[in-house]
């Protein structure tokens, strides 16, 4: 069974620290890797992850994939309060999409 | 910039009722989802279309839940009755058709309470 798991659950960090967050999945057909930010409504896209060991990157965040170890990771430098959210990672099995619990962030100021 | 509308936002409604929701996707998006997100969790997926036609609703309790898509642009999904379990937000999202770039665009929600 296709399955995609994050850690950790929950995290709090002061404002100005690094976090990195994971993303485990076993998913067939697989073919990317996405990451997804959620406040308090819709989830906005953030990152598609295709190929091994390229960093896509955007302002403070950035990510990676690891094909051969199945898992993917989303770094947050320099954490804003701003950044307080869920973040949802998401195996894309032949176009259907398989989504973890997510990671909920809190940044205290 | 161009959004995925979705109605009510809130929606509050006693059990054994019926409940509607509506979304109009991004313009020229031909695949359409309906999720359902119970707080804590992430998106589950409980119908997928490609224009008109059903392509995934394998996870829809048939028994309850109905959606439709009749002309290939918006969409009403339906619940009767609800039960108390349903509680959570119902997301719509839609994307390209070929959605090479993986992106799906959500609505805002529609939050569904059932008492």
């Known amino acids: 069974e296709d399955k995609v798991v994050q850690s950790p659950l929950s995290l709090v960090v002061h404002e100005g620290d690094t976090v990195t967050l994971n993303c485990s999945y076993e998913?067939?057909?697989?073919?990317?890797l996405l990451w997804y930010k959620q406040e308090k409504k819709a989830p906005t896209f953030l990152f598609m992850l295709t190929s091994s060991g390229i960093e896509k990157k955007s302002g403070r965040l950035s990510s990676i994939l690891d094909k051969k170890e199945l898992f993917s990771i989303l770094n947050i430098t320099a954490t804003q309060t701003g950044d307080s959210a869920v973040y949802l990672c998401?195996?894309?099995?032949?176009?259907?999409?398989?989504w973890g619990a997510g990671t909920k962030l809190i940044i205290k100021p | 910039e161009a959004e995925v509308a979705q109605s009510p936002r809130y929606k509050i409604t006693e059990k054994s009722q019926a409940v509607a929701f509506w979304c109009d996707p991004i313009s020229g998006h031909a695949t359409l989802y309906w999720y359902r997100q119970i707080l804590g969790q992430g998106p589950e997926l409980l119908v997928q279309?490609?224009?008109?036609?059903?392509?995934?609703d394998s996870q829809l309790p048939k028994d309850r839940f109905s959606a439709e898509r009749l002309k290939g642009v918006d969409s009403t999904l339906k619940i009767q009755p609800a039960e108390l379990g349903d509680s959570a937000m119902y997301l719509c999202?839609?994307?390209?058709?070929?959605?090479?770039?993986?992106?799906?665009?959500f609505g805002e929600g529609s939050r569904l309470t059932v008492l």
């Open positions: 279309f490609q224009d008109e036609s059903v392509v995934d």
């Open positions: 998913v067939t057909n697989f073919r990317s």
């Open positions: 998401a195996g894309d099995s032949n176009y259907q999409l398989i």
């Open positions: 999202a839609s994307s390209q058709p070929s959605r090479d770039t993986g992106e799906l665009f």
